[in-house]
């Protein structure tokens, strides 16, 4: 083999809306996972999105970027986020865990969460944003809230 920096192997990329790392353990609980967004309008800002990257087989600084971008890269990156991963022995594993907030969506459609380590594509996950359909309104005066199906509560007697 020659001396050349090889790209880190992608063990896993996920997409929740929560990363929750234990500071005693390290042990990382990934919370409400999901590879679509519905949305009843568009554009649509969705409030968090978190990327989950472990990367493995790495040597040295590595460059890596995240990215969302649309699946024909037809726009500018929804969001991009770059930095550097050191890997003092290629057997560690490198956990990277990002948040997004606000980020805004054009339109419905297939997006794509890419991981780059320079200028080599490492893996890509898939999300789908789709336009959700709204339940019809119940029949009654405009803008009154639909009736109540529970039955009312039990009054406290006290005893």
Not at 35 to 58: D, K
Request: charged residues 25%; hydrophobic residues 40%.
């Amino acid at each position: 083999m020659g001396d050349f920096a090889a790209d880190p192997d992608v063990l896993s990329l996920i997409v929740c809306d929560q990363i929750i790392t234990d500071r005693v353990t390290g042990k990382v609980s990934l919370i409400g996972m999901f590879a679509a967004v519905h949305s009843p309008r568009f554009p649509v800002t969705h409030p968090q999105i978190c990327v989950y990257v472990a990367l493995t087989e790495g040597r040295g600084k590595t460059p890596i970027t995240i990215r969302i971008v649309d699946a024909n890269e037809a726009r500018k990156a929804i969001v991009e986020g770059k930095g550097v991963v050191e890997f003092k022995d290629p057997r560690m594993i490198a956990n990277l865990a990002l948040q997004f907030h606000g980020l805004r969506f054009p339109e419905p459609g297939q997006y794509r969460v890419q991981i780059w380590s320079g200028s080599s594509l490492l893996r890509e996950a898939r999300l789908h944003l789709l336009k959700a359909k709204m339940p019809p309104r119940p029949p009654g005066r405009p803008g009154s809230p639909p009736p109540s199906e529970d039955p009312p509560a039990p009054e406290d007697t006290g005893v």
